[in-house]
C-alpha cells in the first residue's frame, strides 16, 4: 500500500543552499569555523528556499499524547494513570516543554490521539478533536490499531502540519506524551531496521532488572508477531506497533515535508515515528532536522537510518518534544549568523 504522502515528496531548494553555502564560505571567518552551525544555516536555506533565510518566526510544537495498552505487561516505570496528568500540565503550562517553550517563544499544541481517560467538562475541545481511541493495543499480542485507525491517526498528524503551514509557521516540532511509548518506538525501529530487542530497547522512564527484561521479552514478542503479520510495510507496522500518537506523529512529519516545512525532531519516540515516515514517502527526511540524541538505544540507529546528525548530546530523555526546543536557539543562531556577518573581504580588504 503507498501512502497518500508517498508521492510528490519535493527536494529542499539546492540552489539556496548552494547560495547559502558560497556566502558562509565568505564569511569573516576561517574556512569552516562555524562549524555544525554553518552546516545548519545551509540545511535551513535549503528548506526555507532562500540564500539568507530569517531566523525562524513562527514555531508550533505539536505534542502528540496517547496511551499503550503494553503498559499492563509491567514496561514502564510508571502507571499510565500519569499520561492525563501530565497532558494537564501541558494546557497548565507547567511540563518541563511547556517551559522551554514559553521562553522561546514557541506555540504549544497539546493533542490526544489515545489517551485511556475522559476528559471533565470544559477541557478545551481542542485536545480531542483528533482522538481515535483510548490506549492502543497491546503490541506483544495484538496490533496497536486496526489499519482504520491507522489511516485515520495518520490523517490526523497530516492535518496538524497542515494548520500550522496555513497559519504561518516556518518551523514545526514535534514532542509526545505517553507512559510505555518507549515500548512501541523500540519495536518500531528494530522492526524497521530488523534491529536487536535486546540491544535497542532501553530504560525509557527508568526500569531495570526485572522489568527491564520483560520489557526486552515484550518487544521481541512484539517485532516477531508483526513481522510475521505485516512484513516490512511501514504503515502497516505503525499501526501494529506504533500506536495513533506515533502514526500521527508520522502523518505530521510526512506531510510538513510535502508543504516543503521544516522540521526539528525530538526523541526516540518522535525518530521512530519519523522513520516509518521516511520509509513510507522517501525523500521526507532531507526536511527534517534532528534536535537532540535521547539516551534510548534505539534513537541512534534510527537517526543514522534517516541520515541525521543531532545538535545536541546532552543525555536527556524526557520527549515531550524538549530536545527539540532545546536545539531552537542554534538553529536561530546559525540563520542569524548566516545573515548578519560581515564578508571577510569587507573585513580584510585586498
Ligand atoms: O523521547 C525520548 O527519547 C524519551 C525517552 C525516555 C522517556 N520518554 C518519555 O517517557 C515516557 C515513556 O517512557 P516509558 O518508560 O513509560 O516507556 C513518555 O511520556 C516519553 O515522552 C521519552
Ligand atoms: C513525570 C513524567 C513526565 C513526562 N514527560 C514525558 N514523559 C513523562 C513521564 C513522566 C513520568
Known sequence: MRAPDATD???????A????????????????ALGRLGELAVWWAGVRGVPVPPA?????LHVVAGDHGVVARGVSAFPAAVTP??????LDGGAAATVLARQLGVHVHTHDLAVDTDWPPGTDPALTAHKVRR????????????PEETDAALAAGAALADASVDA??????????G????TPAAALVCALLDGDPAVLTGRGTGVDGDALARKREVVTAAVTRARDAHGDDPRRLLGGLGGADLAAMAGLCARAARRRTPVLLDGVVVTAAALAAERAAPGSAAWWAAGHRSAEPAHSPALVALGLDPLLDLGMRLGEGSGALAALPLLSSAATLLAE?????DVLPG
Not at 515528496?9 to 540552489?15: E, G, H, Q
Not at 492502543?136 to 486496526?146: N, P, R, V
Not at 556577518?341 to 573581504?345: F, R
Request: glycine share 10%; aromatic share 2%.
Open 179 to 182: 507512559i510505555g511509548n518507549t
Open 9 to 15: 515528496v519535493p527536494a529542499p531548494d539546492a540552489a
Open 168 to 177: 504561518g509557521a516556518d518551523l514545526l516540532l514535534v514532542g509526545d506524551m
Open 17 to 32: 543552499a548552494a547560495a547559502a553555502r558560497e556566502r558562509l564560505a565568505s564569511l569573516a571567518t576561517p574556512p569552516g
Open 85 to 90: 496528568l501530565m497532558v494537564r500540565a501541558f
Open 135 to 146: 490506549g492502543s493495543g497491546s503490541i506483544d499480542t495484538d496490533d496497536a490499531l486496526t
Open 341 to 345: 556577518t560581515a564578508l571577510l573581504a
Open 56 to 60: 525562524p518566526r513562527r514555531v508550533d
